[in-house]
């Protein structure tokens, strides 16, 4: 979508990826909760979690967990601990409309979430 801000950093157009493939790609969150913040997006454009519907998204959603814990070990944020969450929907705070995967660590986590 050509007013996306995250289809143009997933596009290159802006911005610096950290990692991509031919699904996703993934970049250091600019508002960091956590020493370590990377969001996950796919590089077509899905503007929530609740959009996935098709056969070939199921794929892709697997895809981004196996990236994340790619990116975790990366980020040596693996074995102490991460998180990976989605904000769907206003309520939950979703405040871009292209879907991302938040992937934080590097510091201990309360519950619940705020
Ligand atoms: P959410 O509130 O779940 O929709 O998360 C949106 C996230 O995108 C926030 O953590 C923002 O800090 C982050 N964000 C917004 N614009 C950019 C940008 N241009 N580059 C990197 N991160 C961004």
């Given at each position: 979508m050509s007013d996306c801000i995250f289809c143009k950093i997933a596009q290159k157009e802006i911005g610096t990826?950290?990692?991509?493939?031919?699904l996703v790609a993934a970049f250091d969150d600019a508002n960091p909760q956590a020493p370590v913040h990377v969001l996950i997006?796919?590089?077509?454009h899905i503007e929530k979690l609740l959009d996935v519907?098709?056969?070939e998204d199921k794929f892709l959603l697997g895809h981004i967990l196996v990236i994340a814990n790619t990116i975790?070990?990366?980020r040596s944020i693996a074995e102490a601990g991460y998180r990976v969450v989605v904000n769907c929907n206003r309520e939950a705070g979703q405040s871009v409309w292209h879907l991302?995967?938040?992937?934080l660590g590097g510091r201990k986590m309360s519950w619940p979430p705020g």
């Open positions: 990826l950290i990692y991509e493939d031919e997006v796919p590089k077509k519907t098709q056969d975790a070990r990366e991302h995967f938040h992937l």
